[in-house]
């Protein structure tokens, strides 16, 4: 396949950035990269205009760089929560990935964050907190804070602790009945004894 050498005029991921010279495909070029000016031949006409390529990068990059700085601050202090189905012993179903927590950026806090730059060993099989590493830019790298969480109720199971409370109450009532009970015979007792004094005084008479 044919190549050929052009300077680029814009900033392209995997390939360059601006004033960089770089080979690629003759068709690739033609195709796509001179007709969205993004890159222009190397000529002696076109060398002359990388002075200006590079102050334009310059400025680029460093706005970048300044942009990503503040970004890497705010995101450090949040906490992105993902939602995920799981069972009810806790075990996940699938995986939490880059792209899910791209969306979940997007959704809860309205930051726009290329997946790419969201930097997983692994993807996340497990609830709980995790840490993830952001590769914001070159020179910016930052942590995320994620929560996984089920989606799907955790059944939790029933105590019979409230069952015991009345039993308690009956029992401290009981004592009570007793003494009333008791109380009776010693009244009787004394109105039976009232009428032998009586009889002892009309034996005395």
């Known amino acids: 396949m044919a190549k050929t050498e052009v300077i680029l005029t814009h900033n392209i ?6 004033s960089d010279q770089v080979r690629v495909a003759a068709g690739y070029a033609r195709n796509y990269l001179f007709p969205q000016q993004l890159a222009i031949p190397v ?17 680029r990059e460093a706005h970048e760089f300044n942009t990503m700085t503040e970004l890497s ?5 949040l906490v992105c929560v993902v939602k995920v189905k799981a069972g009810e012993d ?12 791209a969306d979940e950026l997007k959704h809860q806090f309205d930051v726009t964050l290329d997946k ?5 060993e692994h993807p996340i099989k497990t609830l709980g907190e995790h840490e993830v ?29 409230t069952t015991e409370a009345p039993r308690t109450e009956k029992r401290g009532k ?14 009787a007792a004394k109105a039976e004894k009232t009428p032998k004094t009586e009889k002892k ?5």
Not at 90 to 101: E, H, Y
Not at 177 to 187: G, I, L, N
Not at 201 to 205: F, Q
Request: charged share 35%; aromatic share 2%; proline share 4%.
């Open 13 to 18: 991921v995997g390939l360059g950035g601006e």
């Open 43 to 59: 000529s002696g006409a076109n060398k002359r205009r990388l002075e200006a390529l590079r102050q334009r990068r310059a400025e």
């Open 73 to 77: 601050k705010g995101l450090s202090k």
């Open 90 to 101: 806790g075990k996940m179903f699938g995986a939490v990935t880059s792209g899910m927590i």
């Open 116 to 120: 790419r730059k969201i930097y997983l």
């Open 133 to 161: 590493q952001l590769h914001l830019h070159a020179e910016v790298k930052s942590t995320l804070k994620i929560r996984v969480e089920s989606n799907t109720p955790i059944a939790t199971p029933v105590t019979e602790a």
């Open 174 to 187: 009981r004592p009570e009945k007793v003494e009333a009970v008791e109380e009776k015979p010693k009244s």
């Open 201 to 205: 005084a009309k034996k005395a008479e």
